[in-house]
């Protein structure tokens, strides 16, 4: 072992001496090379712990990397002074043209989710909404009971979620309604929001599918709310959000949380209605809603009696790839600033 350390001494020492004799960067990197690149005397002290004892092995191994972390500081500092050499003169003023550009400086964007979620919020806030937000992290009361589905409810199974681990009844949300839950439980009516954010669903990742996705989800609760309100209001953002030639319908659908329930589509903003490859027979599927359940009224002690409402949700990324032609949902969380720098 007193070999090995003496060995690892005489290398630092020699390193030092190499290191402060390197006049350009050139010499630099043949010093970096001959000490710490593969085949360098870093390595070779590396070879020499297959003739020590097992008990001598983790002590010299540490040592090692010590020497090699201390050649690499030696390496930095010469090099960050070679470089503060280069570059110490400055030029006079006589040299210095201040007429020429300057180096550009390469701004942020805003992300295409964010961007689409900041318009529809704004768009909702003209016709009285405001935007409220909530914990991603939920109670299995607000995120399923409170919402008309209990524990045997068979539409749960299209909610089901990611649990957190040791806690059977806190789970990452399935979707942005258990903030209307918390919203409805903190104030009374008349109650007008829209409530945008990050979900989860165990779901497998393909062109159109991701366990994490955005949400917008609207809720309005008053006396003498009806389903002509909801349509009123989801026709305007149709042509706020997609152009003002754009018509909506309304089909028939199942939600546990609304009553009667509807899916919206839009005439597709591609074709006009006629039939393309984007949407096949003119219309495009962007949302569902509905008139708030009897039952999710009641669990937040709202009289159904008294008050009615309508309640909506819509996927930002399923909107944003709509209206800009994007064929793949995992193209907004690559990060690729190819794709990005578009919006």
Known sequence: MGDIKTSIEKVHAAAVDEFAAAGDESSLESVRVRYLGRKGRVRDLMGTLGTLSPEERPEAGRLINDLKS????????????????????????????????????????????????????????????????????????????????????????????????????????????????RAMLASKPPLRIVVPGRTYRPDTVDATHSFMFDQIEGLAVGTDVTMADLKFCLNEFGKAYFGPEVTTRFRPHFFPFTEPSAEMDVSCIFCGGKGCRVCGNGWIEVLGCGMVHPNVLRAVNYDPEEYTGFAFGMGIERLSMIKHQINDLRLFFENDIRFLSQF
């Open 70 to 181: 201390r050649i690499a500081r030696l390496h930095d500092e010469k090099s960050a002074a070679l470089g503060a050499s280069a570059g110490g003169e400055k030029p006079s003023p006589e040299t210095l043209d201040v007429t020429l550009p300057g180096t550009p400086v390469r701004l942020g964007r805003i992300h295409p989710i964010a961007r689409a979620a900041r318009e529809i919020v704004r768009i909702f806030a003209g016709m009285g909404f405001s935007a409220v937000y909530g914990p991603e992290v939920e109670t299995v009361h607000n995120n399923f009971e409170c919402l008309n589905m209990p524990l045997d409810h068979p539409s749960r199974d299209a909610f089901e979620t990611f649990f957190v681990r040791d806690r059977s009844d806190v789970v990452l949300r399935s979707h942005t309604s258990p903030v209307q839950i």
